[in-house]
């Protein structure tokens, strides 16, 4: 109770509030193309990758979403330069260009010692979270749903088989970069909830998560917009209520969850499928 009181009187935590769920919902959406595709690593990539250009974009004082954004789309549109027109394989190229790019943000951020709330992007402060930043998390929120339910048919045929959605004239080029743009897009919307280091559990973990508990893509998606929203409200719960930092707790609150359903959930749960197996035996033993 104290908590919802709260958030009627804390006009911070109110923008928190909203801004955190939001992300849970764009990063649950995008996490599962990603996790259907085998991206992850990719995920991981631009959400370092971005760093340089947050770093820029404090020192020269405009929105760190553009510079990171800038950054995104170059760090996506370098590894597949590097895979398509070299014999470097497409894990080592993600290797390659985002620890170029992250060492080069870790630089910029030891040059710019004057901008001291850069050290929030590296590990989240969502309670910090400006009236401008909530706004631009909603823009990518209904540009995410927008694109997302426009081209699903692409989407869904292209994540499950690329040779089948190349067959039917699907340009399944343009729309893994337009995956790319949609990732760095959720990726820069996330940093100041989790952060750089930490964006990945929420691209990743409810995705993983939901892709335990159904096979039809349309419900992964609702489900993992689902675990992401419920992650973001625990750990900006708690963390409100202990003085810690939000961006980790909220990462741990997506761990919790598939842990549970990891666990307990139908069919995939290990404890599920021990307690069938149990059942089984005692009926041959009758």
Known sequence: ?????????????????ITSVIVGIICGIIGSFIVLRGMALMGDAISH???????????IGINYFYGAVVTGVLTALGIGIINQNSRVKSDASIGLVF????????????IAKSATDLTQILFGNVLAVRPSDMWL???????????????????????????????????TRMIHYGIMILLTLVTVASLQ?????????????????????????????GLAAF????????????????????????????????????????????????????????????
């Open 193 to 221: 909830t989790v952060g750089v280091i930490l964006v990945v559990s929420m691209l990743i973990t409810p995705a993983s998560t939901a892709y335990l508990l159904t096979n039809r893509l349309s419900t992964m998606i």
């Open 49 to 59: 990758a971005v760093l340089p250009g947050v770093a820029i974009s404090y020192m």
């Open 227 to 286: 675990f992401g929203a419920l992650s973001s409200v625990l750990g900006l719960y708690i963390s409100n209520m202990t003085d810690l930092p939000s961006g980790p707790i909220i990462a741990m609150a997506t761990t919790g969850i598939f842990i549970i359903v990891f666990l307990f959930a139908p069919k995939q749960g290990v404890v599920w499928r021990k307690l069938q197996i149990n059942k089984q035996r005692a009926r041959l033993g009758n």
């Open 137 to 171: 998390t909603i823009i990518v929120g209904i540009i995410v749903l927008a694109a997302v339910f426009v081209f699903y048919k692409e989407l869904l045929v292209s994540s499950f088989d690329e040779t089948m959605a190349a067959a039917y004239g699907l340009k």
């Open 1 to 17: 109770m104290e908590f919802v009181q709260d958030l009627f009187n804390y006009e911070f935590l109110r923008r928190a509030f």
């Open 99 to 110: 620890s170029a790019a992250f060492a080069l943000g870790i630089v910029l951020i030891t």
